[in-house]
DNA sequence: CACCAGGCCCTAT
DNA sequence: ATAGGGCATGGT
């Protein structure tokens, strides 16, 4: 058994299944995955709300307003010009596919991939929430918060993000449902322990957990 | 007051 | 190939 799968049972077991990502459906998850890029989810979360308040978060209704009216919208999320631009991007990419999600899924992952990749603004980290967590393809998505974690954790990590998610890949079985638990549960985790301790020496990944968890 | 947050693009070496 | 700057709000 290996370490990285370990590891993600000792999450699964300890903190549960984690029903992600936190979006009503597919295209909050896009919006979400966009807005969040350097920022926390917290200015997020009020951008989210504004543009469900004014009955505005749909791909149709967004595509039609301008990138100026949108840019005010999602001015908690920081970097808001640049921000509204990506999402006219991802907009008129949508468009080609008649705002359907169904004619996307249908796509193979790497030529969707590939596609996400080259809409300006839509970098390997989006590109691939967006292909688990909104088209449920199978990609494990590389984070700050997997990077720290797994570094925290005596792991030698790549600075080049496609070995980085190659490494968890190969290590893991080829599954959707395990991806978006697996980053989910490291987010989770993030928040809820090792960003309180960012130094800790007995977190209960780590072989000797004085926490009393350690399966 | 400084620093950070679920990145990405562009430019200069 | 890789480093550095810009983008900008809100919380600690």
């Not at 999450?11 to 998850?29: C, D, I, M, R, T």
Request: charged residues 30%; proline residues 2%.
């Amino acid at each position: 058994m290996n370490r990285v799968y370990e590891i993600y049972q000792k999450l699964y077991k300890f903190y549960g299944s984690q029903h992600w990502w936190p979006a009503e459906n597919w295209f909050e998850v896009v919006v979400g995955a966009i807005l969040t890029q350097n920022t926390s989810w917290k200015n997020v979360e009020k951008s989210i709300e504004n543009l469900k308040d004014k009955d505005l978060l749909e791909p149709f209704k967004l595509y039609r307003i301008s990138e100026e009216k949108l840019a005010e919208l999602i001015k908690s999320s920081g970097f808001y010009n640049l921000k509204s631009k990506r999402l006219k991007n991802f907009l008129k990419w949508l468009k080609g596919y008649d705002f359907d999600v169904n004619k996307i899924k249908q796509k193979d992952l790497l030529n969707l991939r590939e596609e996400l990749l080259s809409i300006k603004g839509i970098g390997k980290e989006t590109a691939d929430s967006i292909l688990l967590y909104a088209f449920e393809k199978p990609v494990f998505v590389v984070d700050a918060y997997t990077k720290r974690m797994f570094t925290r954790l005596g792991f030698r990590l790549s600075k080049d993000y496609d070995e980085i998610k190659d490494f968890f890949e190969k290590n893991l079985p080829k599954d959707a449902q395990l991806f978006n638990e697996f980053h989910a549960l490291i987010v989770n985790h993030s928040k809820e322990y090792c960003k309180k301790v960012p130094n800790c020496k007995k977190c209960f990944l780590k072989e000797k957990c004085e926490w009393g968890v350690t399966q």
